[in-house]
């Protein structure tokens, strides 16, 4: 066996290990912090067989969990050090079974200091028999990014009421009547769910520091269970997690497992029950989330939920210019001109999370070689993020053949000049839909769309967005339709 000779001249395996830490500095660049620490810090190499990459871990969940959710990206990380690598097998680890002595990719040397030294967390945990779970600051869940809070947050006609509602939750009193429990707020990943929690958790520990928050992901949630679970302090994880006064659980859609969604529902109805605030993000409805048991839907759908839409172009323009303030207090001489801005927020729609990075890349291009700003450079600086977007691939010939079939108009009828009320919509939607998700001009537009005036475009354009801020059926079909198409 290769593992055997290995050990036996020690050459192998140390050579090894230094591998697998350049593997786990990628993993931790590649999934973050919190989710390399969650899943991948007690993982370690095994074996190399041929082309299979042998691995283990300290229990069966994290096995399953790794193989069902990172399994393909874990192995083409490993072939960045090892281009054999095409396989992972996973295997759990007998209790009691040696760890390598490096297991963080960030120790620079090897540990000697007593564990009440090393881990304080690990230290009260000692001490006081009790539950302490590992994560942000002293023992307090997943890490909070300090640029997420409400100053930093940028309403629009799509964000407005969740917004309004994250903030009417952080500054109720320890005492008051809670508004509305629990609070659920969906969207596509990258549309500010995660930062309306973040400013949550900061405004309370601001304004009413007597209060115990805790945010965290669901993996973390999940984490902290299985840890509860194999140290047999299932009592103290059930005690420290009902005796916080405001819960924020992010990613909701990634709890997995049928004996920790009965915890997390025993949890969330102690705290509900017991006036204590919860606040749930996830990327599905309550109702969509099918991996949930159905009461579990019932009661977070009992509560306020909220969607966060798409941002339309002025919310974009809004949150570019935000963050373009913020960077001008690390580069006071920063310039970038309004049609830069105008045309990031063009042709980047994706989400706020894209818009930022976007901006980034230019940042760092004037910081790092000092080139003008100009709608030429950053065209060249974010071509595959322009070429990705759904403006790199949709044609208005899309456009047209999914709005005719959903409002049930013909192709002609759209294209003619006919101005029946229950044409004219379809085609002023038919024209917005165009302008968001196309690079195509107006006056382009105007000729796919039977010849007209561009300025007939620009009318719809603005028309269909003021009336997407009044009327919810519109909205919600201008949603379906954008879905279809970016597909």
Excluded: C
């Excluded at 115990?212 to 997690?241: C, I, P, Q, W």
């Excluded at 109805?269 to 017991?274: A, K, R, T």
């Excluded at 909220?306 to 690390?330: C, Q, S, W």
């Excluded at 009320?421 to 917005?432: C, E, K, L, N, T």
Aim: charged share 25%; hydrophobic share 40%.
């Amino acid at each position: 066996m290769r593992a055997l000779a290995a050990a036996e001249d020690g050459g192998q395996d140390k050579n090894w290990q230094a591998i697998w830490e350049k593997i786990a500095r990628r993993m931790r660049v590649e999934f973050g912090d919190d989710i390399y620490s969650s899943w991948f810090a007690r993982m370690e190499i095994a074996d190399i067989v041929d082309d299979i990459l042998i691995v283990s871990v300290p229990t069966r969940f994290l096995r399953t969990w790794i193989n069902s959710h990172y399994s393909d990206r874990v192995i083409a990380l490993a072939r960045k050090e090892l281009t054999q690598i095409q396989r992972m097998d996973i295997r759990v680890r007998p209790r009691g079974a040696p760890v390598p002595q490096k297991s963080d990719p960030q120790e620079k040397t090897v540990q000697t200091k007593p564990a009440h030294v090393r881990n304080p967390a690990a230290a009260r945990v000692a001490s006081s028999g009790g539950f302490t779970p590992a994560g942000q600051g002293d023992g307090q869940g997943s890490p909070l990014d300090h640029n997420m809070t409400f100053d930093s947050f940028v309403p629009g006609p799509s964000n407005e009421l969740a917004g309004a509602a994250a903030k009417r939750i952080s500054e109720t009193k320890a005492d008051g009547p809670i508004p509305f429990n629990p609070l659920y707020i969906h969207s596509k990943a990258g549309m500010g769910k995660t930062h309306l929690l973040h400013a949550i958790s900061w405004h309370i520990q601001k304004h009413s520091p007597q209060r115990k928050v805790l945010y965290l992901t669901a993996e973390r949630f999940m984490y902290h269970f299985v840890l509860a679970l194999n140290s047999k302090e299932m009592l103290g994880f059930k005690d420290h997690f009902r005796a916080i006064d405001v819960l924020l659980i992010d990613d909701l859609q990634f709890l997995q497992g049928k004996s920790i969604q009965q915890e997390f529902y025993h949890t969330f109805n102690s705290l509900v029950d017991n006036n204590r605030q919860v606040v749930v993000a996830a990327d599905l409805p309550p109702n969509e989330l099918d991996s949930l048991d159905v009461r579990m839907r019932s009661r977070l759908a009992g509560g306020l939920v909220v969607d966060i839409g798409p941002t339309d172009f002025d919310l974009r323009v809004g949150i570019l210019n935000a963050r373009l303030e913020e960077a001008k207090k690390r580069y006071p001489n920063l310039n970038v001109p309004t049609e830069v801005i105008e045309y990031i927020a063009h042709r980047v729609t994706r989400s706020g999370r894209e818009l930022e990075g976007a901006l980034t890349r230019l940042i760092a291009n004037y910081e790092l070689v000092d080139s003008i700003m100009s709608v030429d450079l950053a065209g060249r600086i974010l071509k595959d993020l322009i070429k990705s977007s759904p403006q790199g691939r949709i044609r208005i010939d899309d456009i047209l053949r999914s709005v005719g079939k959903h409002y049930n108009v013909t192709r002609a009828d759209l294209l003619s000049p006919r101005r029946a009320r229950s044409i004219v919509r379809p085609r002023q939607v038919g024209m917005y839909l165009a302008k968001q998700l196309t690079s195509r001009s107006l006056p382009e537009i105007g000729r796919r769309f039977g010849g007209r005036d561009h300025t007939t475009v620009l009318h719809a354009v603005r028309k269909i967005e003021e009336l997407l801020r009044m009327d919810d059926k519109l909205a919600r079909d201008v949603e379906f339709l954008r879905g279809i198409l970016e597909q």
